[in-house]
């Protein structure tokens, strides 16, 4: 239930129900007429001031909302300008197939030469998951997710995986088996 509705009801309940029993008093004569009296006027005081903050409250709840979907229509516009400008290459797994005489999944980071499970799931670790954040990362950036996992990857050299992965992002199949088929353990 919406509590800008909820707050006043009761208040107003409240309020009623406490008129009712000074009413139910003050016709018997009762002594406690002046007490009910300043309670109810209390009451009333605190109805007042609910309802102040119910309306301030109620400004910020749309001054909030206009906020939230100004913030909601800048990210969609970033996410469209974005999207607009990344360009997508179809996999084709049997033409890879054909060519590397192995299957391999769109994206799988060990098609590069030198990579491995133990180096590729470093790299997902930071963020580097596809074949095009790969080829568009600096070899300074590969080497220092190497270095930070220690002596047993850091002496692993990523200068040509950058350029292996752009050639598999393009789909660039022969080139990228003719250079492999020259590099020696990704050097």
């Not at 008129?19 to 139910?24: A, E, I, N, R």
């Not at 060519?99 to 590069?112: N, P, R």
């Not at 660039?172 to 492999?180: F, I, V």
Request: glycine share 8%; aromatic share 6%.
């Amino acid at each position: 239930m919406n509590l800008c509705i909820l707050i006043p009801a009761i208040v107003g309940l409240i309020s009623g129900i406490l008129g009712y029993l000074l009413g139910k008093m003050s016709a018997k004569g009762s002594d406690n007429s002046l007490s009910l009296q300043s309670d109810l006027d209390a009451c009333r005081a605190n109805t007042k001031t609910l309802n102040t903050k119910i309306t301030s409250l109620e400004t910020d709840l749309v001054s909030a909302k206009a906020s939230a979907n100004a913030n909601i229509q800048n990210f969609a516009k970033s996410v469209e300008s974005v999207s607009a400008g990344v360009a997508t290459i179809p996999y084709n797994a049997d033409l890879a197939f054909s060519i590397l005489g192995k299957k391999w999944k769109q994206d799988d980071l060990k098609i590069v030469e030198g990579i491995g499970p133990k180096i590729e799931e470093l790299f997902l670790n930071a963020g580097i998951n596809t074949w095009k954040i790969m080829s568009e990362t600096p070899t300074e950036k590969l080497q220092e997710v190497l270095n930070s996992a220690g002596e047993r990857f850091s002496i692993h050299n990523p200068s040509t995986w950058a350029k292996q992965a752009q050639l598999a992002y393009e789909g660039k199949w022969a080139e990228l088996k003719k250079w492999q088929d020259e590099l020696d353990g990704g050097k």
